[in-house]
Every structure is written in structure tokens, then in C-alpha cells.
């Protein structure tokens, strides 16, 4: 009992203090690292030599400006995107073992990406706006069944898989029905930033920094929702409103990171449940922790796919999976019901 | 006779068809610690649940202060008013004092941030309920008996008239028990209007200033428990037999079986 104090005595919010610059630095290295690295053998320094002059046809200010650099960008957004929804998905259900990708937040804004590619193939603007709304409905279908049955987090996280293969189905009934205009539909559903750019970035980058702002400002509410209902209810807090804006907050956060970089797991499981160790789960840290360390991991794990097998690539989705699936069996085994403690 | 600081009347609530409370009508004086007594059941956390606004009874109607009904005001408004422990509580993996601090949460502004002033509060509570050493402890590492002192500190920190506690010695063993009835006793002296749900009639009888003994959803009998003692209303309403001793100059009470 004694060791275990001391093990535990030394102030989280000074380490987590420590922690947030340690991991800005981590993100601008891996920033630098991801525009560095590359199948192509560019200097660095000429092509912004080259960007500098004006020069926009040198082919090393063509790559490292309009293929890595929105790369990378696509990255940061949707790691910390992905990560932050996590955060928010788990404070609502009350359930660790609760991600976009599993309970199939990702999967709905998915299946609304697909759908109105297939019927508007010409109003890529429309791309984010329908991610959003098909990860919204996923998550309060998710959120009814667990309000309705009181069911336990085992429950919630089967019918969360139920729910994602359903909304799976849909997708590919769209794309066996409209193979033509989805052409890279098994990017998307692997999910990765090969083909992206400043355009497919451009209003989804605006919807994640919304879901991020909302995810910051509602952290303290957050915090007294963890306390469980009853508690959360006699301090004051408006329980069911706040989820309401809380679920609407994850859905900017999955369906913006959908909408450009496709059907990435995991990230939303696997980065909050290793910051919480370090920082306990108050979540006017864990947020922007999360935020941070969502991006690093996103940016590491896509430079790797990139770098591993080059000059092909594999897509980041296929390193998440590989990464993510055994975390996740690792939860489901040693943590019986998946509490967040 | 006192206005009391918070009154039930005509409460009905049921639940599934069946009634839970049926017309109960109560009133808890003011700087008094009042102990809800009854077999499991009874409806009493289900009339506590009802006299924080957790719970909206079908019909009849709550009053703070003989005046201004329990649904006039908001949750927030209501949250400066009246606390409550319920029984089953959560163990998130924070600090200890940032457990305390959210009893501050119903006083913020949008911003959430503490105040100094607030600060202080967070740290005279911890000092009553005895929780300062381990304030910047993580909650799950401290033991049950602890970790209900942090929550009792969470409840001096929300500072309210008048505080529920839904049976908030169960699972503590025989000397936390004797503490944190002897917390809510302090409580209670300093003005506050103390409502706690016991299991364990001695305690609740040796302790509290009043009974309110529910049966079947109805006041059985209330008074001071020499009253309820007297009148044999434990005895029946629990099908036990209850003594009253004197031991070292103190009353005490005994439960054996009838």
C-alpha cells in the first residue's frame, strides 16, 4: 500500500505540466521528419530555395509542397482529431473501451462520404458536411442504446461493432452500385493520405478546429460528468445537454478527420488510454495532450508507411490496424470491463 | 415552531406502476441532522433522490425554506443549495484535490476556472474532513474509507444549507463509520441542515438529532429518537427489538432479535 503512494505521490498536473512541451517538441520534430523523408531523394533546402524564387515547376518544391507538406498537414489534423474525439467518445459513454473507429462513428461518416460522392460526384463541398452528419447519427444511435438499456461497457462496444459492420454493408452496397464514380473507395476504406490535398483539407481542417475548440471549452464539464450522473447532476451540470454537445463535438471531430483521410482506426483508442497513464484523466489536460499526441502518432505512423517498403507505400490505415487491433484485444484482456480508472 | 429548511408535501412517486411514495409529507428542521430510517425498499432513497431534484414525483411538491418550490429553480441555482452523495459514486483517476474542487463547479463562471477564494474553500474542506495528506494523492490508490472522506470534503467544498447523503457509511468499517457520522454531526453544527440515509439503526440512533422512519413509502413515525424509541415504532416497522442502554454515561442503542 506504502510503495504504491509513493509511486503515485509525485503532482500529475506538474507532470503533465512537463509533459506538454515535451510533446510540442515531439510533434515539430516529427513534423520536420515526415517533409524530410520521402521515396523521392529531394533537398530540402533547394526546393524551398526554389519556392522562394518563384520556381514552381523544380520538382522538389512540386513534392515537398504540394505533396508533402499537405501530407503531413492531413496528419496532424486527423491524429489529433481522431485522438480528441476518442477523449470525448469515452467521457460520454463512460467506457474505455469506446473509440470512433469501434463503435462505428467512423464507419457512419463513412457510409455518408461514400453515399453522396455517389449522388453528387461534382460537390466535393458537401464531402465534410456529410461526414459529420453520418458519424452524428452513428453516435447518437450508439448513445440511445446506451442511455435505453443502461447496458455495460462490454455491451455498448459489441453493439458499437454491430453497428459498424451495418453501416460497412451500406458502404459497400454504394460502391458495388456506383463503381465508376468511387474509384479509390479501398483507399478510403483502409484509410490514408495518398492522394491528399489542399482541397480536400481546405473546410474539413476549419470543422476539426472547431470540434478541437469545443472539446477544450468543455473539458471541465467533462471532468464533473465523470463523476457519474447523479453526482454530475447535483453539482450543477446540465447531464443531458452536455453529452448532446459533447457527441455533436466527437462527430466534427471523426467526420472532419474522415472526410480527407478515409476509415483510420484506432488512433482514437490507443493515444488516450497511454496519456492517461501518465497524466491521470483530468481533462483539462488530457485534451490537448490528446491532441498533441494523436498528431505525433498519425505523423510517425504515415512517414513509416511511406518510408518502410519504399517506393511503394502501404496506406497508414493498414499500420494503425496492425498497431491498434492487439492494443485493443490487450484492453479487452486485462482490464475486465474496460473502466476508466 | 421553525420554518424547516426543506419540506415535502404530498409526495407521490411511482415507478412501473407501483408506488414508491405514497402522499408522504415531511419536514426537516433547520441545523438539524435528520436520519432517514426503513427496511430496504421503503422509498428512501427514492425521497432523497426526489428532495435534490434528481427524481420529479408525479404529484405533491418540495420547498426550501417554507418558501420557493425545488422545480422554481435551476439545476445550478438548486446546486448552491443542496448537496448530495449518492450511494454508488464514481473513482475517476484524478488528484484528490481536483475531486474536491469540482464541489466548487455549481459557484464558477463560464470559465470554469477557480477563484482564490474558491481555492480557499477547497482547502478548509479538506482540513474538516481530514483529507489534506493526501490531497495531491490520486483517488483510486486510497481506501474506501478514505476516499468517502474526500467525497464528504467535495460536499463541504459545494457548501450548501442543506446536504443528502444516501447511506454514506455502508461498506466502512465500524471506526470510519464513527467518523463520518461525526463529520456530518459538525456539519451540522455549523448550521448546516444535515439528511443522511442509514442503514445502521445504533448509529443513526446514537448520532441523529431526528428520526424520519419510512415504511412502505409512508412516514411510520418522526421525532428525536427518544420519541421514535419511545413510541416502539422501530421495533415494529423492522419486526426487531431494540434496546436502549446506558453505557459510561452515554445512551446507546442495541438491535437483537424480536
Given at each position: 500500500m506504502h510503495t504504491s503512494r509513493t509511486a503515485c505521490s509525485e503532482k500529475p498536473n506538474k507532470r503533465a505540466a512537463r509533459l506538454f512541451p515535451l510533446l510540442l517538441l515531439g510533434l515539430v520534430l516529427a513534423f520536420c521528419l515526415s517533409l524530410l523523408v520521402g521515396s523521392a531523394q529531394i533537398s530540402v533546402l533547394d526546393s524551398v530555395r526554389a519556392w522562394l524564387r518563384g520556381d514552381l515547376s523544380d520538382p522538389g518544391c512540386r513534392i515537398l509542397f504540394y505533396v508533402r507538406l499537405p501530407r503531413a498537414l492531413a496528419a496532424v489534423l486527423s491524429g489529433a482529431a481522431l485522438a480528441v474525439s476518442g477523449v470525448v467518445i469515452q467521457n460520454v459513454l463512460n467506457n474505455a473501451l469506446a473509440a470512433p473507429n469501434i463503435i462505428g462513428v467512423n464507419a457512419g461518416a463513412g457510409f455518408a462520404v461514400l453515399l453522396v460522392i455517389a449522388l453528387f460526384p461534382s460537390v466535393s463541398g458537401l464531402i465534410p458536411a456529410s461526414a459529420f452528419l453520418g458519424a452524428l447519427f452513428a453516435s447518437l444511435l450508439i448513445y440511445a442504446i446506451a442511455a435505453r438499456t443502461g447496458a455495460s461497457r462490454v455491451t455498448i462496444t459489441l453493439a458499437g461493432v454491430a453497428i459498424s459492420s451495418v453501416f460497412t454493408a451500406c458502404s459497400n452496397a454504394v460502391k458495388t452500385f456506383f463503381p465508376d464514380t468511387i474509384y479509390n473507395a479501398n483507399a478510403f476504406f483502409v484509410g490514408g493520405f495518398a492522394g491528399v490535398s489542399y482541397r480536400n483539407l481546405s473546410p474539413a481542417w476549419a470543422v476539426i478546429l472547431l470540434g478541437l475548440l469545443l472539446a477544450l471549452l468543455l473539458s471541465g464539464d467533462m471532468d464533473v460528468l465523470a463523476l457519474g450522473d447523479e453526482t454530475a447532476q447535483s453539482l450543477g451540470l446540465a447531464v443531458r445537454p452536455v453529452r448532446l454537445i459533447l457527441l455533436v463535438t466527437a462527430s466534427l471531430l471523426a467526420g472532419g478527420a474522415v472526410s480527407f483521410s478515409g476509415l483510420l482506426g484506432f488512433v482514437g483508442l490507443i493515444v488516450p488510454h497511454i496519456l492517461r497513464r501518465f497524466t491521470g484523466a483530468r481533462h483539462r489536460v488530457l485534451v490537448?495532450?490528446?491532441?498533441?499526441?494523436?498528431?505525433?502518432?498519425?505523423?510517425?505512423?504515415?512517414?513509416?508507411?511511406?518510408?518502410?517498403?519504399?517506393?511503394?507505400?502501404?496506406?497508414?490505415?493498414?499500420?494503425?490496424?496492425?498497431?491498434?487491433?492487439?492494443?485493443?484485444?490487450?484492453?479487452?484482456?486485462?482490464?475486465?470491463?474496460?473502466?476508466?480508472? | 415552531m421553525t420554518t424547516p429548511a426543506l419540506s415535502a408535501e404530498n409526495l407521490?412517486?411511482?415507478f412501473g406502476g407501483?408506488?414508491?411514495?405514497?402522499?408522504?409529507?415531511?419536514?426537516?428542521?433547520?441545523?438539524?441532522?435528520?436520519?432517514?430510517?426503513?427496511?430496504?425498499?421503503?422509498?428512501?432513497?427514492?425521497?432523497?433522490?426526489?428532495?435534490?431534484?434528481?427524481?420529479?414525483?408525479?404529484?405533491?411538491?418540495?420547498?426550501?425554506?417554507?418558501?420557493?418550490?425545488?422545480?422554481?429553480?435551476?439545476?445550478?441555482?438548486?446546486?448552491?443549495?443542496?448537496?448530495?452523495?449518492?450511494?454508488?459514486?464514481?473513482?475517476?483517476?484524478?488528484?484528490?484535490?481536483?475531486?474536491?474542487?469540482?464541489?466548487?463547479?455549481?459557484?464558477?463562471?463560464?470559465?470554469?476556472?477557480?477563484?482564490?477564494?474558491?481555492?480557499?474553500?477547497?482547502?478548509?474542506?479538506?482540513?474538516?474532513?481530514?483529507?489534506?495528506?493526501?490531497?495531491?494523492?490520486?483517488?483510486?490508490?486510497?481506501?474506501?474509507?478514505?476516499?468517502?472522506?474526500?467525497?464528504l470534503a467535495m460536499l463541504l467544498a459545494q457548501d450548501t444549507g442543506v446536504v443528502l447523503l444516501?447511506?454514506?457509511?455502508?461498506?466502512?468499517?465500524?471506526?470510519?463509520?464513527?467518523?463520518?457520522?461525526e463529520l456530518l454531526c459538525a456539519m451540522r453544527s455549523s448550521g448546516k441542515t444535515v439528511i443522511a440515509v442509514l442503514h445502521d439503526l445504533p448509529l443513526a440512533l446514537r448520532y441523529s438529532d431526528e428520526i424520519l422512519l419510512l415504511e412502505n413509502g409512508r412516514p411510520a413515525a418522526a421525532g428525536t429518537p427518544d420519541e421514535v424509541y419511545d413510541a416502539g415504532a422501530i421495533d415494529r416497522v423492522f419486526g426487531i427489538s431494540c434496546r436502549r442502554i446506558r453505557i459510561d454515561g452515554q445512551t446507546e442503542y442495541i438491535e437483537r432479535r424480536a
Amino acid at each position: 500500500m506504502h510503495t504504491s503512494r509513493t509511486a503515485c505521490s509525485e503532482k500529475p498536473n506538474k507532470r503533465a505540466a512537463r509533459l506538454f512541451p515535451l510533446l510540442l517538441l515531439g510533434l515539430v520534430l516529427a513534423f520536420c521528419l515526415s517533409l524530410l523523408v520521402g521515396s523521392a531523394q529531394i533537398s530540402v533546402l533547394d526546393s524551398v530555395r526554389a519556392w522562394l524564387r518563384g520556381d514552381l515547376s523544380d520538382p522538389g518544391c512540386r513534392i515537398l509542397f504540394y505533396v508533402r507538406l499537405p501530407r503531413a498537414l492531413a496528419a496532424v489534423l486527423s491524429g489529433a482529431a481522431l485522438a480528441v474525439s476518442g477523449v470525448v467518445i469515452q467521457n460520454v459513454l463512460n467506457n474505455a473501451l469506446a473509440a470512433p473507429n469501434i463503435i462505428g462513428v467512423n464507419a457512419g461518416a463513412g457510409f455518408a462520404v461514400l453515399l453522396v460522392i455517389a449522388l453528387f460526384p461534382s460537390v466535393s463541398g458537401l464531402i465534410p458536411a456529410s461526414a459529420f452528419l453520418g458519424a452524428l447519427f452513428a453516435s447518437l444511435l450508439i448513445y440511445a442504446i446506451a442511455a435505453r438499456t443502461g447496458a455495460s461497457r462490454v455491451t455498448i462496444t459489441l453493439a458499437g461493432v454491430a453497428i459498424s459492420s451495418v453501416f460497412t454493408a451500406c458502404s459497400n452496397a454504394v460502391k458495388t452500385f456506383f463503381p465508376d464514380t468511387i474509384y479509390n473507395a479501398n483507399a478510403f476504406f483502409v484509410g490514408g493520405f495518398a492522394g491528399v490535398s489542399y482541397r480536400n483539407l481546405s473546410p474539413a481542417w476549419a470543422v476539426i478546429l472547431l470540434g478541437l475548440l469545443l472539446a477544450l471549452l468543455l473539458s471541465g464539464d467533462m471532468d464533473v460528468l465523470a463523476l457519474g450522473d447523479e453526482t454530475a447532476q447535483s453539482l450543477g451540470l446540465a447531464v443531458r445537454p452536455v453529452r448532446l454537445i459533447l457527441l455533436v463535438t466527437a462527430s466534427l471531430l471523426a467526420g472532419g478527420a474522415v472526410s480527407f483521410s478515409g476509415l483510420l482506426g484506432f488512433v482514437g483508442l490507443i493515444v488516450p488510454h497511454i496519456l492517461r497513464r501518465f497524466t491521470g484523466a483530468r481533462h483539462r489536460v488530457l485534451v490537448p495532450l490528446a491532441a498533441l499526441g494523436g498528431a505525433i502518432f498519425v505523423l510517425l505512423c504515415d512517414t513509416l508507411s511511406r518510408t518502410l517498403f519504399a517506393p511503394y507505400e502501404i496506406p497508414v490505415g493498414i499500420v494503425l490496424s496492425l498497431l491498434g487491433g492487439p492494443f485493443f484485444l490487450f484492453l479487452l484482456l486485462t482490464r475486465k470491463g474496460g473502466r476508466i480508472e | 415552531m421553525t420554518t424547516p429548511a426543506l419540506s415535502a408535501e404530498n409526495l407521490r412517486f411511482s415507478f412501473g406502476g407501483a408506488d414508491v411514495l405514497q402522499d408522504l409529507s415531511a419536514a426537516f428542521s433547520p441545523g438539524r441532522l435528520t436520519a432517514v430510517l426503513g427496511p430496504n425498499g421503503c422509498g428512501k432513497t427514492t425521497l432523497l433522490r426526489c428532495l435534490c431534484g434528481l427524481l420529479k414525483p408525479q404529484s405533491g411538491r418540495i420547498l426550501l425554506d417554507g418558501g420557493s418550490p425545488l422545480t422554481a429553480l435551476s439545476r445550478k441555482a438548486l446546486a448552491r443549495r443542496i448537496s448530495f452523495l449518492p450511494q454508488v459514486r464514481a473513482v475517476p483517476d484524478i488528484t484528490v484535490e481536483a475531486l474536491v474542487s469540482h464541489g466548487r463547479f455549481p459557484h464558477l463562471g463560464l470559465s470554469r476556472r477557480l477563484t482564490n477564494d474558491d481555492r480557499e474553500i477547497v482547502h478548509q474542506a479538506m482540513k474538516q474532513a481530514g483529507v489534506l495528506d493526501f490531497a495531491m494523492q490520486r483517488v483510486p490508490a486510497l481506501s474506501g474509507g478514505e476516499r468517502q472522506r474526500v467525497y464528504l470534503a467535495m460536499l463541504l467544498a459545494q457548501d450548501t444549507g442543506v446536504v443528502l447523503l444516501d447511506e454514506p457509511t455502508t461498506y466502512l468499517d465500524a471506526r470510519h463509520k464513527f467518523e463520518v457520522l461525526e463529520l456530518l454531526c459538525a456539519m451540522r453544527s455549523s448550521g448546516k441542515t444535515v439528511i443522511a440515509v442509514l442503514h445502521d439503526l445504533p448509529l443513526a440512533l446514537r448520532y441523529s438529532d431526528e428520526i424520519l422512519l419510512l415504511e412502505n413509502g409512508r412516514p411510520a413515525a418522526a421525532g428525536t429518537p427518544d420519541e421514535v424509541y419511545d413510541a416502539g415504532a422501530i421495533d415494529r416497522v423492522f419486526g426487531i427489538s431494540c434496546r436502549r442502554i446506558r453505557i459510561d454515561g452515554q445512551t446507546e442503542y442495541i438491535e437483537r432479535r424480536a
